[in-house]
Antibody, heavy 116, light 111 residues
Framework: QLQLQESGPGLVKPSETLSLTCTVS??????????WGWIRQSPGKGLEWIGT???????FYNPSLKSRLTISIDTSKNQFSLNLNSVTAADTAIYYC????????WGQGTLVTVSS | QSVLTQPPSVSAAPGQRVTISCSGS????????VSWYQQLPGTAPKLLIY???KRPSGIRDRFSGSKSGTSATLGITGLQTGDEADYYC????????????FGGGTKVTVL
């Protein structure tokens, strides 16, 4: 059974960089046909797609976040990562990693608060 | 404002049927498959429907999906208290090169 687990700091200061890692177990992140993505949910709000990456490193980003966003992948560790710089309070959210395509597998989510 | 439009809430009594609409445009729903997700309180979203009307293994046939033109619909029959959750539609947007867009979500309340 494929499992995804987010990890990273729960508190980030304004203007700094938010960094999260998603560790995939129960399957290879290098499997063809699947992208791996990040989705976030601000408190009490709906879902916002952040971006996605293929095992080759090919990426697609939400245009609204593109200038601040980097998603990378480490196939040797079966992990992919999110870096969002120059964060503000508006970036406070639960961040989920998921297998893209249909988002059929999700991590449990991790709350990241942007505050000084 | 979400790219896909859903009603904020729907409600019905146990055993009844509810439908949730998801309205988009030709650049998203009109030319791409639609997925639906259920999010129970405090949990991650769960895939209910993919490719407009297909159910993943383990999803009961009480849940159904359909698409017509630039709109999609999720139906839930035999409503149960355990179905109280937020439901989201999603699809790709062809005008945004591989970007996924979500609806704003619909809260289902079992009366």
């Amino acid at each position: 059974q494929l499992q995804l687990q987010e990890s990273g700091p729960g508190l980030v200061k304004p203007s700094e960089t938010l960094s999260l890692t998603c560790t995939v177990s129960g399957g290879s992140i290098s499997s063809s046909n699947y992208y791996w993505g990040w989705i976030r949910q601000s408190p009490g709000k709906g879902l916002e797609w952040i971006g996605t990456i293929y095992y080759t490193g090919s990426t697609f980003y939400n245009p609204s976040l593109k200038s601040r966003l980097t998603i990378s992948i480490d196939t040797s560790k079966n992990q992919f990562s999110l870096n969002l710089n120059s964060v503000t309070a508006a970036d406070t959210a639960i961040y989920y990693c998921a297998r893209d395509g249909y988002h059929d597998y999700w991590g449990q989510g991790t709350l990241v608060t942007v505050s000084s | 404002q979400s790219v896909l439009t859903q009603p904020p809430s729907v409600s019905a009594a146990p055993g009844q049927r509810v439908t949730i609409s998801c309205s988009g445009s030709s650049s998203n729903i009109g030319n791409n498959f639609v997925s639906w997700y259920q999010q129970l309180p405090g949990t991650a979203p769960k895939l209910l429907i993919y490719e407009n009307n297909k159910r993943p293994s383990g999803i009961r046939d009480r849940f159904s999906g359909s698409k017509s033109g630039t709109s999609a619909t999720l139906g839930i029959t035999g409503l149960q208290t355990g179905d109280e959750a937020d439901y989201y539609c999603a699809t790709k947007d062809s005008s945004l090169s591989g970007v996924w867009v979500f609806g704003g979500g619909t809260k289902v309340t079992v009366l």
